[in-house]
Structure formats: C-alpha cells, structure tokens
C-alpha cells in the first residue's frame, strides 16, 4: 500500500490552513484591485466587496492622461540594470567572501555589512551633492550607480556559496581550474536558488525605490512608478480609484518575476550537484 | 583525533603554518590580483556611493544645518543633546520593541511556511506566489487592511474576540497596543519575504541526511530539529542579520500605520531622523543620531557574527 | 630659440582660447533661454490645465522653454531642500505659505519687480513680500467653509446655517441631527494644528503671543476653544476608532447622506458635484468673532538662477495672466488669487454649491496660520498630538494645552 493513496487528516488540515492563510494574503491585493474599479472611489475605511459601478476607467485615466506607459518602461529598465549589476558585484565579492582567504576578510566583510546600517534618509543629501559633482543629476546614470552594489545581496550569495561543498572546488582544481573557472563553472550553478532569490529581491527594491529616485530623477520622461503612484496624489484631493489602479498595475510585474523565478528557487535537489 | 607521539619530525626550511594561517594561499601577486578582481566590482560603488556619504554624514553630525543656510560647527553638541534627551530613549525603546515582536513572529511563520510549501502540495506553486503577494504589495495598500481588520468598534478581530467574550483592545488608536498592530501587520507582509529565503535553504539540504534519520527511528520533530533545523542554520542566519538590521531601520509601515502615533507612542529611530532633516531642520542632529544607530546595529551585527561559530552549520 | 618662442606662442593662444571660453554671456540674451519650474500644485491631476497656461506663456514668449517638473505635494519639500542643499534649485518654484517664510529669510529667492502689483488681491500679495518687497507671487487660494446636507436640515425641520451663525447654532443644529438608531452624524471638523489656531481665534484667542517666541493659548478662552474642536468627537462626530481622521473620511461620510455639516475646504466642491442630495455653503461660525482659514500658494525665483529676468516673467505669467484665470475657473482649480472681482463673478454663477459668495465672504475674517521662525514643523505636530490625546479622552483639554505649551515653548523660544 502507498501513503499516497490514504488522505492522511495531517494533509488535509495542512490543506486548509495553507488554503485559509492564501486567503487572508490575498486580501489586501484584492481589496486594492476592488477599489481601483470603483469610480470616484473615496478611501473606504470599510473595504466593500464589489462595487456596483465597476468600471476599468481608472486605468484608461492612468495610461491616457498620465504617461503611464513611459514611467512604467523607466521602472522595468533600472530594475533590469540594477538587478544585473548587483547579481555580477554580489557573485563576485561573495565568492571572495566564501573562498579568497586574506588577512583582515572579517573585517572587510563587516564593512560591506555596515553598508546597510546607516538608512537612506540620512545619506541621501550628501549622495545627492556628491551626484551633482559627477554631473549625474536628472540622469538614468544617476539613479543607477548608487545601486550597482548591494551588501544585502553579498551577505545572500556568501551564505549560498558556503553551502557548496570545497570538494567540488578541489575536484575542479585538481583539473587545473584557477579561481576564475571555479566561480564561473563549479560556484555559480549550483547556487541557482540563491541568484533566482537575488533576482526577485534586487528587482523589488529597484522597483519600489522611492526616495532616490524621488530627488535625483525630475523630468518626467525619466520618473520612475512610485514616483508617479505618490504624484496620483493632490495637495488637497486624491483619485484613489486611480491610484489604487497604479498600484495593481506596479504589483503584477513583481509577481509575474516571482513566478517565473520560482522554478529556479525550488529547485530538485539532483540538479544542484550534491551527489 | 589521536595525535601520534614522539615521532622525530625532520626538520623543515620554511616553518609550518597554523592556525589561520594554514589554510590562507601564500600572498603572491596573482593571488592579490585575483582578490581584488572579485572585490572590485562590488567595493567601488559601495565606497563611492555609501561609504563617502556615510562619512559626509559623521561630519554633518558635527554641524547645525537647516540643509537651507549653510552648516554650523558645533562639535559634539547634537550628541550631547541627543544623549540627554529622553525621546532618544523613547525612539530605541520603540524600535526594540518593534524588533522584539517582529522577529520571532515573522521567523516561525516563514519557517511554517517554507516547510508546509517545500512538500508535495496541491497547487504549492500557486500558495507560494499568493503567500508572496504582500510582500511586493504596497503598505498603503497593507495598512489600510490591516487598520482596518483591527479596527477597534467593527473589525474582524475584534468581533472574533467577542465570541470568546474577550473585549478587545484599542489596536493601533490605542498607545500601548499601536506598535503590536504594527508588528501583526509586518510580520505577516513579510512573512513570503522568509518563506522564499528559507525554501532557497532548504533546497540544499541533502536529502540522504533525512534518509538516515529516518533509518535511525526519528520521527518528524525529530528530524526536524536535528537535520532540518541546523542544516537550515546558513540561511536563519542570514534572515535574523537581515531582520534586525533592517528591524533597527523600521519606517515604512510605522509611516503608514499610525505616523508615529497615537501621543509618538509609536515613533521609530528612522521616522525621527526623517523629521529631524526634513521637516524640523535639524539636519545635523538627524546625522547624528543615525550614527547613534548605526554603533547599535553594528554592535548586535557584530555580536552576532562572532556567535555563528555556535550554532551556524556551514557544509 | 625659436622652439621657445613656439611655446611661448602655444600657451598665448591656448590661454586666449581658454578665456574665450570662460568668458560670460552677455546678461541680456537674445538667444532662446529655458527654465525650469519645480511644482506640486499641479500633481493630482492639475498637469494638463498647468500645461495650458506654460503653453499660453511660451507663445507669448516665443524665445523662453519652460521645463516642468512635478513633484508629489508629500514630498515636495524634501526633494526643495536637497536642492537648497546642493544648490541646484530650479529658476522656479512653489511654495506654500507654511514655508515661504525660511525660504525668504535665507536668501533663496530673488526680490521681485512686479509689473502689474495691482492684479492680485492685497492680502495675498502682502503674505508673501518682506519689507514691501515682493519675494513670491500667489498663484492660488482656498478657503475653508461650513458644507451643510440640506435635506437633512430639511427632515429635521432645523434652519440652514447663516453667515451669522455661532458655535451655539451649529452644537445646536448638530446634536438634533445626530441620529444614532440612522448612523447619521451632526457635524464633522478635523482636529488639528490648521483647526485649532483658527477656532482660537474665532474665540478671541490667540495661538502665538504679540512677538513670536511663546504660546498664548493655554487661556481659558483657549481652553473653551480646544473643547470646540475636541468635544465633538463621540457626540455630534465619529471616534477615531470609527474611522474619524483617516484620508477622505468626511467627504465619504458626507456624501452618503451620513453628515449634516462638515468643515474642509472648497477643494472638495468637485467630489461633491454627483452628491444625491442638495447642499451648500456657509461662512463657519465664529464664537465671539468669525474667521476663516485661507490657505494659499505662491512661486518664488531662487536668487541662483541664471535666468532672474525670464523666469520672473514666467511667473508673473503663471499668477496673474488672463490664461491662468480662465484655466482655474473653468476647472475648479483652486482660485486665482486676482483683485479683479468682476472675474471672479463667472465663479459665483457656477452649478452647486449655491452660496458660492461665502467662499469669498469667508475672506473678510482670516485667520492666519500662526508663523515662527525656528520649529515650524515641530510646534505644528506638537499641537496636533496633543489635541487628539484630549480628543481620544486619554488627557483632559487643560493638561493637552499645559503640555503642549511647555513643549512648542521649548521649541520656539
């Protein structure tokens, strides 16, 4: 007899629990979603659960009176180019980290950690005085060199690469590789899940950047989605209809990564190279 | 380790290396080459782009600016005040308990999470996006939800808590239960956030550890803390550096939940910095207590990455 | 010999083409010149009618290009005072009156010949000179009313509010309104900072004493006044904990027919236009006087601009052309802030509300957000706090004010 073939009570309350927390993480993207199809939506303190005059206009507002599109494009590019440089930087230092022994490493890796410890309100007047000497300003250059590099990912593809065994290291050394080969050819694919996780998260934090982007991007071809999500809002009056329509809009490409990078986090453990 | 006794070991030209020094490469210029092709890329723009204007920074905290006049020599002056004053005390207190709530919470459901979505489920693919829908959803969105869901007259939990005849508490209008509602709706935004590092973690996990347990009697708790649980030790590591350290730097859901009410009983570190730069014009006091933080942050990081030798199981 | 003096001659030419280079325009410059105007009063959906009026300008001005960047209102400031800090502030910006005063008194703008100082109405154009000299222009107004639901006034058989109504009127109106067994609510006003200096003085109160340095309204006058605005949660207006406080809260409640009077301002006349019920307007009521809160915006050149000239042609062009006019009235944004009566009568002739006089009868009594030099911010969310701690009923009106004294004191002296 298989356990597959007996429903055990354990799997089905683990069914419903699972099913009824998918729930409840539904809700608020279902209730942003509802009230983007409300027309002259105000903020409703109590989410209703579906309007009688549902309507897509809000979104025909956000692409036709606004360029939505062009924001949109904006916010894809420097999310690709983020993600690309911090996967290339992180790899690279985080090998170095895991498997370039020098004197001093613990220090420089704390360092590299300190990086994240001081928050982005406080540098951002400097960082901006120090873009306007570079002649950056109100450039995509710009908003892209300041995140070229990010300790968050390091710290990630460190701990990954630790996970990989140094036999399979030596096993390629012995063959002659030198450092170069062994990142490129024995590191990096087997440690798949933790560049598809980088993927997802480098994106999302270029994606959601407000702040930077808020003071060194100011034309309009150039601003980015959050940006323009927050000018949605007047001084006096808000059309929440339209801006909850803006964050739908600016949540389904995160998801539709996520989904796609999925297959490469979960991934089998026969493809990961531990024999 | 039995160590053989009383062999004659010859004697050698170059003395042998220990300790640390046994397993680092001799440093020829290749070697020192190589270091910094792989360091490069990532220290360059961190010290342009992070370093500098950390350092700009620890010299605005030496300085009054109102960021529109020009900046004031002062010496240690915002120090002192920041020191004496007890809303500095007020600010960490908050942040701490903030971190203090958050972090287990969030951890456990991650890890319930990740292990419940790691098994064959129906559908797993689709739990794990819907789970990961709060993280990229905004805390607009969120905290209205939630504000919302624990609204003290009508909302949900409450009314459930009256079924059980427990009359329900104030939430986030309420000072001492503010910075609980905040935690309640971090924890569970980010739970998706945990799940999917934990899931990367536990992917690497070698299934034949398991099988040997198995073949050794050990149940599922068993199994779980003994194989699962150390071998996922790199990567609860890595969640607990990263959730305290942004943990210290909370702003976004404070913001957005309550604003730092109600009466600042829930005001954080970062929210106080932003106001004191941009909105009190105190630019310099705002410096320097960011640095204050960050001699905090790096204090638990630190204390933290000397203990890993306990309890982290690297392969 | 002859190399030497080839150098020599080298460095001569090179020097001169370098100077050549280096030399400054002349400052009046026929050639095409582009500024640019950093704005938040457009965001929010204003963009196109902005872009009119640029438009408008650059015909008139075929040699000036106008750069238009557009900030969230949240924001604006923060993005402001990076420019402040770096020095790259655009030749044009917004301001508010809140801010107008530090910006001024740093020397970030360039004093302004105004060509026709005629055009706009005194009060406004005297909110933003210093000395007599006009540092900003006004570029718009809004005040804020008494909105009333009059079929709900008329169910209850109660009179519509008057101009002469006193705070006794509308408790009165407001208690027969409130209707537990119905979910409706007699009367709605925020509580906050911009509420409270305004109720001061419509009790014969003041927020700020004579020179600036200290707080005046811990009076019994000022106490009776915090009381108004505090007191009226759970009895004529819904608790914090039902919601009260939160964006659009008001309006939304208003509109379903749930609010009998609600304080706010002319900005929501476009969200009531469909409402299923008649309303209108009226000056609020006063206690021992009336006053009414006026809220304005201005534009100010920085004094590093490049282009002083153009860009103070620009923004005369932005506060007072017949464009602009036209542009607001016809689009309900905000009011021009012109001393042309006439035009603004196109204004009073438009649909719902009726009583569309009051918004400009409310100017006969301003109360004036209260101005300090250092602290702004910090006494504006002191104040604020401590009045919801009294409307929450976790602090009594007269510990609110007492500590609110001694802290916004701490600040601003």
């Known amino acids: ?42 903020f409703s303190i109590t989410p209703r659960l579906w309007p009688e005059d549902a309507s897509l206009e809000a979104y025909q507002t956000l692409f036709t009176e606004r360029p939505f599109a062009r924001v949109i494009a904006n916010s894809i590019g420097l999310a690709l180019v983020t993600t690309l440089a911090q996967l290339f930087t992180s790899a690279t230092a985080a090998y170095a980290f895991s498997r370039l022994p020098f004197r001093g490493r613990g220090v420089v890796f704390a360092i590299y950690l300190a990086t994240m410890m001081i928050p982005l309100q406080v540098l951002i007047v400097p960082l901006f005085a120090e873009l306007k000497a570079f002649g950056l300003l109100n450039t995509y250059l710009g908003a892209l060199l300041p995140t070229f590099a990010s300790a968050f990912g390091i710290f990630l593809l460190r701990q990954a690469i630790n996970q990989v065994p140094r036999e399979l290291d030596e096993a390629a050394t012995l063959d002659g590789a030198g450092h170069f080969r062994v990142f490129a050819q024995i590191v990096l694919p087997n440690i798949r899940p933790a560049l598809a996780t980088l993927t997802v998260f480098a994106f999302m934090s270029s994606w959601n950047a407000f702040l930077w982007p808020l003071v060194v991007l100011r034309s309009p071809e150039l601003q980015t989605l959050p940006i323009a999500l927050a000018g949605l809002q007047g001084q006096y009056t808000t059309a929440w209809d339209v801006v909850m329509a803006g964050s739908v809009v600016s949540i389904l490409p995160m998801l539709a990564l996520y989904i796609f990078a999925q297959k490469y986090i979960i991934q089998g453990v026969a493809s990961s190279g531990i024999k | ?95 701490i308990q903030y971190i203090a709530g958050y972090l287990p919470l969030v951890y456990v459901g991650g890890l319930a999470l990740a292990l419940a979505l790691n098994r064959a489920l129906k559908g797993r693919s689709l739990w794990r996006g819907i789970y990961f829908l709060p993280v990229v959803t905004s805390w607009i969105a969120v905290a209205i939800v939630w504000r919302w869901l624990l609204n003290p007259n009508n909302g949900v939990v409450n009314l459930a808590l009256g079924w059980f005849g427990i009359d329900g508490p104030g939430w986030w209008t309420d000072p001492d239960w503010a910075m609980i509602s905040i935690i309640l709706a971090s924890a569970w935004k980010d739970l998706g956030f945990v799940m999917v590092i934990l899931l990367a973690g536990l992917q690497s996990i070698n299934p034949e550890l398991y099988d040997a347990a198995k073949v050794d009697g050990a149940g599922a708790w068993s199994r779980l803390r003994n194989v699962t649980i150390p071998m996922l030790s790199p990567s609860t590591f890595f969640v607990v550096v990263i959730s305290l350290i942004n943990g210290f730097q909370v702003f976004d859901q404070v913001y957005a939940m309550t604003g730092g009410g109600p009466g600042g009983s829930t005001q954080v570190v970062v929210q106080q910095i932003y106001d004191l730069t941009f909105r009190y014009g105190a630019a310099g006091e705002a410096s320097a207590l960011s640095w204050l933080l960050f001699i905090v942050i790096l204090g638990v990081t630190v204390i933290q990455i000397i203990g890993q030798k306990r309890w982290v199981h690297y392969a | 010999m002859k190399r030497s003096l080839l150098a020599a001659g080298g460095i001569l030419g090179v020097s001169a083409l370098l100077l050549s280079a280096c030399a400054t325009e002349p400052a009046t410059d026929d050639g095409p010149v582009t500024i640019t105007y950093s704005n938040f009063t457009s965001a929010g959906g204003n963009e196109e009618n902005l872009q009119t009026i640029i438009d408008a300008f650059e015909a008139e001005n075929p040699n000036i290009t106008v750069d238009v960047v557009t900030l969230p209102y949240g924001d604006y400031f923060t993005t402001l005072q990076t420019d402040l800090a770096a020095g790259t502030v655009a030749d044009v910006v917004d301001t508010n009156y809140d801010f107008f005063p530090q910006l001024a008194s740093s020397g970030s703008l360039a004093p302004l010949e105004v060509t026709n100082a005629g055009a706009y109405r005194d009060s406004l154009i005297d909110a933003y000179s210093v000395d007599g000299v006009s540092y900003g222009l006004p570029s718009s107004f809004s005040d804020v009313v008494l909105y009333y639901n009059a079929d709900l006034f008329d169910a209850a058989g109660l009179d519509y509010p008057t101009s002469n109504w006193t705070w006794a009127d509308e408790q009165a109106a407001a208690e027969a309104l409130t209707d537990s067994s119905t979910g409706t609510w007699g009367s709605h006003q925020p509580v906050s900072f911009y509420e409270f200096y305004k109720v001061l003085e419509q009790n014969g109160a003041s927020f700020l004493s004579d020179d600036g340095t200290s707080v005046a309204f811990n009076t019994p006058a000022g106490i009776e006044a915090a009381a108004w605005l505090t007191e009226k949660s759970g009895t004529v207006m819904p608790t914090i904990e039902e919601g009260q406080g939160t964006a659009d809260f008001d309006t939304n409640l208003f509109l379903e027919g749930k609010l009998g009077m609600m304080h706010t301002g002319i900005w929501i006349f476009g969200a009531l236009a469909d409402a299923p019920f008649t309303w209108d307007i009226a000056v609020e009521p006063g206690n021992t006087q009336q006053a009414s809160a006026v809220f304005s915006n201005a534009v100010g050149v920085s004094a590093a601009s490049e282009h002083i000239a153009e860009a103070s042609l620009f923004a005369e062009f932005l506060t007072s052309s017949q464009t602009m006019v036209d542009v607001r009235l016809d689009t309900g944004w905000e009011l021009p802030p012109i001393s042309d009566e006439d035009q603004l009568a196109v204004y009073l002739t438009k649909d719902t509300p009726a009583n569309r006089q009051a918004v400009f009868d409310s100017l006969d009594s301003i109360a004036l957000t209260p101005l300090v030099e250092n602290g702004q911010q910090e006494m504006q969310d002191i104040i604020t706090e401590e009045l919801i701690e009294a409307q929450a009923g976790r602090k009594s009106v007269a510990d609110a004010l007492a500590s609110a004294e001694e802290r916004i004191n701490a600040v601003i002296g």
């Open chain 1, 1 to 42: 007899m298989h356990s597959s073939q007996r429903v055990r009570p354990r799997t089905v309350v683990l069914h419903v629990v699972v099913i009824a927390g998918a729930l409840a993480m539904f809700f608020p993207f279902m209730w942003t979603f509802i009230t983007s199809i409300t027309p002259g939506a105000g």
């Open chain 2, 1 to 95: 380790m039995v160590l053989p006794t009383a062999v004659a070991t010859p004697p050698s030209r170059t003395p042998a290396r220990s300790g640390r020094n046994a397993r680092r490469p001799r440093a020829t210029i290749g070697y020192v080459l190589t270091v910094l092709a792989f360091l490069l890329p990532s220290a360059v723009p961190l010290a342009l782009f992070v370093l500098g204007p950390m350092i700009a920074a620890a010299w605005i905290s030496f300085t009054e600016w109102n960021l529109i006049t020009p900046m004031e020599f002062i010496g240690l002056a915002n120090y002192q005040e920041l020191l004496a004053d007890e809303r500095t005390g007020e600010v960490f207190l908050h942040t």
